[in-house]
């Protein structure tokens, strides 16, 4: 008989509603805090900043969530994505388990970023919008915000810290592409940015800076433009449930049910959007999938964090959430998992792990690549080093099954391409990456820097 | 009702067998013959070069082919392929046309050039090969190769272009992820190597000068190692016709037929494989689908070469065959559509278009990026710069549709993506760009080099 390799769905199984986890969850992921009055926000104050759309499904409490059926017509130029069974990856590692892996890379800006940027820049054009501000570091959020604001005429305005766009300038090619407007930051078009320059005529950038000049561009566009982000907050976790939707009708085609899904978590987006559909089956269906996150050891969040509250940015104009965080002054090292280098975590998803509905485990950057490495040669994708954190854990877990004997189904989430990272593998291949583990001091010591917030 | 946009087989529509249009080419597409002797080589002769297997195809009269199972459990890694209704862009040109791709660019290599690796690696394996050896110049056939013998345990001996190696490590970099062995062209490691490095130490390499290198290993080997090509040869062709195949049975679930099939050409492998299908419903079944062969104004082999025999390479190593030529020596400048800069073209192909079964058409660089960038901002792809000679022709032609107020059904093959040719992107969108047109002197005075054969 015929193996089957991939599981595909029709357009027609396109998920119509999205998963929403706010009345699933068994603890609260904690108020919004404004990062000046240390008060919590009113949704009048976010719709300022984001989609109105947007804003009401932060707080909706309906479980499914209608999508839009313009979304869904744009969702059809790539999704429903396959579920592979990752038969030559099994076989080359020996192993008695099932490994399946769900490819969010073959949407066309290469990653999971574009179901949530699809909708974002459908609710803005709904309410009138001129265009979309955003940062972006490696590239990947703004890469899918300016396809997907092209789509809807919609200007996209990109802030990209100068360092990645002077080192990185496939990914400015590949906006520039899709139409969107990009400015390395920081830039003389902003106050923030002028002040930056003024302080170090040669900064290189930041993250901090980046997301304070497209933030202040919204704010004194007088309605005209909003800020949009792609991670972290709640409706972006949800716009990404379609993942693991279709996920669960594919698996229900293969006839086997995972006993562990996997995702990587930077902020926390792709991960969710493929886990909580398992685990709302998990609170409800008496199923009992181990999801599990897999973070750097060189940005151990979830791992080595400390869950309180803190500033979503390191320039403590973001809002102040309760997540894990290692403190926002907390500077990872350049590893090349660039999507992984965030101080903070999604509030939903750091809830979740403090309850014990999830697990977290830590690796090391070159652990991932020798699993990339591997899985390039057995299943032929380039992973992006993010994912190669996915494609690491569930490795292990598979060992794991060999040593034991145990035939488990294990699934993760593949969650882009690495075309755009062969500098990365280069310098893998050529010997010049490092493991980074930190003392405890050193956490400690960045933990300072934590607001203090009275409730 | 919902409008479908992607039309997918399941693994078990995988074709089981390649189409051969040996036994229905109305002309034969001529005698190979030997560069020295200039006499018809036999099989024998071929088979010391190329797998055994490999030369019986090339000579079968069979109309169909088994492809061998453990073949067709590495396509279902990635195939069958997409066929997609570009309703986008069929909007944002505003025509009646409706136009659709097939996409080739979902191979984990990124491109259409992996049916014939994995088939001309499982030949080799069979018949005990320790390897094989190839050249490459952009990368896109060495990355094919590299995979593909790593899944059958076979070495692969890349020859990379001395100037590509250096100018692009990525490419390089995917080779070696896949476990290529790669080595810039021309190297201390082979006598026709060394010599051109004793003609001029500081030369930066030539295709003709990687093949060189890369046939001497094989056939110094002792039978230890074979060569292999990536396009022109009629097996290599037959390989590719997995496309057509696919394409006929999604037009069925989509219920129309093309009207216009377009590839582009640079050896003719990918568009041979798109259009033969069609053509033999052309030849039997009553059709008339066009088949349309596009190249650029830069290498217009079909469009203003002589079809006449000469040299299948520069050094003169290669046999002669039969084709549109443009001479051997002729040296296309550096066009970002590296695939497409080939002096000559597929015997078959040329024979076919010198009978006239199928069309050929030149088109200006400028023109087909242009195209390219259309076609991502509506569907989203970014297109290798070959590629998007294809969607240049399929949006000229959807315009005349336009002009008519006719509603054709216009096919392309979309051969592969451009996530590694981004700096070419760069380069048209910073105006850097330019066309190349060639006065009739100059192709005349490039073909005096034609060698006198005597048949």
Known sequence: MDQQYKYLLDEKDLPRQWYNINPDMPVSPGPVLHPVTKEPVSPEFLMKLFPEEFVKQAVSMERYIDIPEPI?????????TPLYRARRLEKALDTPAHIYYKYEGTSPVGSHKLNTAVAQAYYGKLEGLKGFTTETGAGQWGTALSFSCGLFDLECIVYMVKVS?????????????????????PSTTTKSGRAALERDPNTTGSLGMAISEAVEV??????????????????????????????????????????????????????????????????????????????????????????????????????????????????????????????????????????????????????????????????????????????????????????????????????????????????????????????????????????????
Chains 1, 2 share one sequence.
């Open 165 to 185: 766009y002077e080192q990185k300038p496939y990914r400015r090619s590949v906006m520039q592409t899709y139409g969107g407007d990009v400015t390395p930051s």
């Open 72 to 80: 869904r017509e744009i969702y059809k130029l790539w999704r429903p």
């Open 218 to 455: 919204a704010v004194e566009s007088g309605g005209e433009y909003k800020y949009s982000l792609g991670s972290v907050l709640g409706p972006v976790l949800m716009h990404q449930t379609v993942i693991g939707l279709e996920a669960l009708k594919q698996f229900e085609m293969a006839g086997e049910y995972p006993d562990i899904a996997i995702g990587c978590v930077g902020g926390g987006s792709n991960f969710s959007g493929f886990a909580f559909p398992f685990l709302y089956n998990n609170f409800t269906a008496g199923k009992s999938t181990r999801l599990i996150a897999v973070e750097p050891t060189a940005c151990p969040t979830l791992t080595r964090g400390l869950y309180a509250f803190d500033y979503g940015d390191t320039a403590k104009m973001a809002p102040i959430v309760k997540m894990h965080t290692l403190g926002h002054n907390f500077v990872p090292p350049g590893i090349h998992a660039g999507g992984l280098r965030y101080h903070g975590m999604a509030p939903h998803l750091c809830a979740l792990y403090d309850h014990g509905d999830i697990e977290a485990v830590a690796l090391h950057q070159l652990d991932t690549f020798k699993s990339a490495v591997l899985f390039a040669q057995s299943e032929g994708i380039i992973a992006a080093p993010e994912s190669s954190h996915a494609i690491c854990a569930a490795v292990n877990e598979a060992l794991a099954c060999k040593e034991e004997g145990t035939e488990k189904v294990i699934a993760f989430n593949l969650s882009g391409h690495g075309h755009l990272d062969l500098a990365a593998y280069d310098a893998y291949l050529g010997d010049e990456l490092r493991n980074y583990e930190y003392p405890d001091e050193l956490i400690k010591e960045s933990l300072k820097s934590l607001p203090e917030v009275k409730l």
